[in-house]
T-cell receptor
Framework: KQEVTQIPAALSVPEGENLVLNCSFT??????LQWFRQDPGKGLTSLLL?????REQTSGRLNASLDKSSGRSTLYIAASQPGDSATYLC????????????FGAGTILRVKS | GAVVSQHPSRVICKSGTSVKIECRSL??????MFWYRQFPKKSLMLMAT?????????EQGVEKDKFLINHASLTLSTLTVTSAHPEDSSFYIC??????????FGSGTRLTVV
C-alpha cells in the first residue's frame, strides 16, 4: 500500500526565509508527483507537477524535486512571504491504485511578517 | 487553464434531509471525477471515483446508498448526501481529470448538518 508522508507537519518562519517541505512515498511506481496548496476552507490549487521521468520543476519562487529511487520529493520556497501561509500537500497517482491520487497529510506553513 | 466549479460552497441542512453538491468542469471534458472528504486538519480521503456514463466506484467503508454519485455528462458530476446526519458534516471536494488535463480541484463545499 502506498503511503505518503510529509514532514514537518507544521512550520512557522519569519518573512524572507527560504524553506524546504519534505514528502516521502513508500512505492516508487508512480506516474508523477504533484504539490498542491490549500487555503483554509478552500479547495486545492496545483502548484507543480513533476513527471516520473523528470527530476525537478520550477515556478517562480517554487522549486520541486523528485527522487524516485529514494522515494522523496521536496518543495523549496524561496524568500517566503506572508501570502505563502497555507497547507501544502503532496500527492501521487499510484499505479497500483488505478491512477488515483494518494495524499500526504500536509504541512501547515505560517510565514510571519 | 482547467477550471472546476463546485457548488454550493457552503450549505447548512437539517438532519434527515438530502443535499446535492455539483461539480462542473468548465473548459474541458472530464472523463473521470473524484469525490473527497476532508476532516479538520486532516488530508483528503477519497470517497469514490466516477466515470461518465457509468456507475461510481466507491472506496472501502463509504456507503454508496448514503453518498449517491451521478456523472451524467462529461462536464458534470453530482454528489448527493442522503438522509444527512450531523456526523456527515464535513468538507467535500471534487476533482476532475480529462485528456490532456491533470488533476484539477473544485473549491470545496462545507456541509453542516444540524
Amino acid at each position: 500500500k502506498q503511503e505518503v508522508t510529509q514532514i514537518p507537519a507544521a512550520l512557522s518562519v519569519p518573512e524572507g526565509e527560504n524553506l524546504v517541505l519534505n514528502c516521502s512515498f513508500t512505492d516508487s511506481a508512480i506516474y508523477n508527483l504533484q504539490w498542491f496548496r490549500q487555503d483554509p476552507g478552500k479547495g486545492l490549487t496545483s502548484l507543480l507537477l513533476i513527471q516520473s521521468s523528470q527530476r525537478e520543476q520550477t515556478s517562480g519562487r517554487l522549486n520541486a524535486s523528485l527522487d524516485k529511487s529514494s522515494g522523496r520529493s521536496t518543495l523549496y520556497i524561496a524568500a517566503s512571504q506572508p501570502g505563502d501561509s497555507a497547507t501544502y500537500l503532496c500527492a501521487s497517482p499510484w499505479m497500483e491504485y488505478g491512477n488515483k491520487l494518494v495524499f500526504g497529510a500536509g504541512t501547515i506553513l505560517r510565514v510571519k511578517s | 487553464g482547467a477550471v472546476v466549479s463546485q457548488h454550493p460552497s457552503r450549505v447548512i441542512c437539517k438532519s434527515g434531509t438530502s443535499v446535492k453538491i455539483e461539480c462542473r468542469s468548465l473548459d474541458f471534458q472530464a472523463t473521470t471525477m473524484f469525490w473527497y472528504r476532508q476532516f479538520p486538519k486532516k488530508s483528503l480521503m477519497l470517497m469514490a471515483t466516477s466515470n461518465e456514463g457509468s456507475k461510481a466506484t466507491y472506496e472501502q467503508g463509504v456507503e454508496k446508498d448514503k453518498f449517491l454519485i451521478n456523472h451524467a455528462s462529461l462536464t458534470l458530476s453530482t454528489l448527493t448526501v442522503t438522509s444527512a446526519h450531523p456526523e456527515d458534516s464535513s468538507f467535500y471536494i471534487c476533482s476532475a481529470i480529462g485528456k490532456g488535463y491533470g488533476y484539477t480541484f473544485g473549491s470545496g463545499t462545507r456541509l453542516t448538518v444540524v
